[in-house]
């Protein structure tokens, strides 16, 4: 590994579209490795999804039928995070919010303790290290859960950290490693010129680059020039409620019937999340406070009583099957796109797989799954003009 801003003038370029966390985990990772790295972003960088997630690193109650391909990228991504947020949090001189108190997933009333039973017998079956804990168990760790709780199961290793310190400790260590930052700068198009690519702006300006990483989320379809990703956005919305930091109502993640409860060490509550296909709007929206709210309530009836900081709207990139879609395409080009609800979770990954595949490298772990070609429609670098 090149020691952090030490690549040479003459160090293949990589352009990285996209600055969520998977473009600014992999523009570091890149950087690392010895290459020249900028990054364009149409808005400012870790503003987008990003800046909108829950954090939570959840490779183990994620884990869904039909899903199963996602559990050894999702628990090698986990078991990454750790070093990351320790290396991080060194270099941008302040934590990343990583809190390892767990996660729970709760049943409230009869039907929900029936399914959540089928759901353990599931995650057992796959190994996941999961357990139960009745209703007695959890109010000595959660006093503040409604009586209605009767049993949960737990996930001490889902972990979680907090995004918007993520971004800025990302920032820092893409500038001790050299990559240029470029906000507010819409790429429009790209284009094979010779043995690398020309890269369109907005504005009319021109770059050029060896490598192209797209990871622009759920603006993947948004470029000209080439076969676009089957993915969508998927808007989620969300809210921030304030505790008392020296009494907090809640210290584990806590995942109810279509809701999830964040705590973060400050005292912000972050309560989540809607999944909705409005395209691009981002407009906040007066049924989904009152669902978020109604679902949170059901097992923490004391928030009633928080003061609201904050609605959250973001537009979560999802692909056909709900599979990342990471990999290299051909011709110096490379997808790390489609993330859905897994973008925090699965940046060290993604970052790593985008290495491997710039460098030539053996991937470090299976990713055949979530590769480009793996559509019926295949995406295809387009011929030069």
Not at 63 to 80: T, Y
């Amino acid at each position: 590994m090149a020691a952090s801003g030490t690549h040479s003038a003459s160090a293949p370029h990589v352009a990285v579209i996209g600055g969520g966390i998977c473009g600014l985990a992999s523009a570091w990772r890149l950087a690392e490795a010895g290459l020249r790295v900028t990054v364009f972003e149409r808005e400012r960088a870790g503003r987008g999804a990003t800046w909108a997630a829950g954090g939570m690193l959840a490779a183990t109650l994620e884990a869904e039928p039909g899903e199963e391909a996602m559990i050894g990228l999702a628990r090698w991504s986990q078991s990454l995070w750790p070093e990351w947020a320790a290396r991080l949090g060194r270099i941008a001189g302040c934590g990343v919010g990583y809190r390892d108190e767990g996660t729970v997933h709760l049943a409230v009333g009869r039907d929900e303790l029936t399914a959540l039973h089928h759901r353990l017998r599931y995650l057992k079956r796959l190994g996941l290290p999961v357990e139960w804990h009745d209703a007695a168990e959890l109010r000595v760790r959660e006093p503040a859960l409604s009586p209605d709780v009767l049993g949960a199961i737990a996930s001490p290793g889902d972990h979680q950290v907090d995004p918007r310190a993520v971004v800025p400790a990302l920032l820092a260590a893409l500038a001790e490693a050299g990559v240029a930052l470029r906000e507010e700068t819409v790429v429009a198009g790209i284009e094979p010129a010779g043995d690398g690519w020309a890269i369109r702006l907005g504005d009319g300006g021109r770059e050029r680059a060896d490598h192209l990483v797209l990871a622009a989320g759920a603006h993947a379809g948004g470029l000209a020039g080439w076969p676009a990703p089957p993915v969508r956005p998927a808007k989620g919305q969300a809210l921030v409620l304030q505790m008392d930091p020296a009494a907090p109502l809640l210290r584990h993640v806590v995942w109810g019937s279509g809701i999830y409860l964040v705590p973060r060490a400050d005292g912000r509550l972050y309560v989540g999340a809607t999944v909705e296909d409005r395209g691009f709007d981002r407009q906040p929206t007066a049924g989904a406070v009152l669902s978020l709210l109604e679902a949170a309530w059901r097992i923490l009836p004391g928030l009633e009583e928080l003061p609201l900081l904050e609605l959250v709207t973001g537009l979560r990139p999802r692909s056909r099957d709900d599979l990342p879609v990471i990999g290299p395409v051909g011709g110096g080009l490379h997808v790390a796109t489609g993330h859905h609800r897994n973008g925090i979770l699965l940046a060290p990954a993604t970052a790593e797989l985008v290495v491997a595949g710039v460098l030539g490298r053996p991937e470090p772990v299976d990713a055949a799954p979530f590769r480009p070609g793996r559509f019926p429609h295949k995406i295809e670098v387009p011929l030069s003009a």
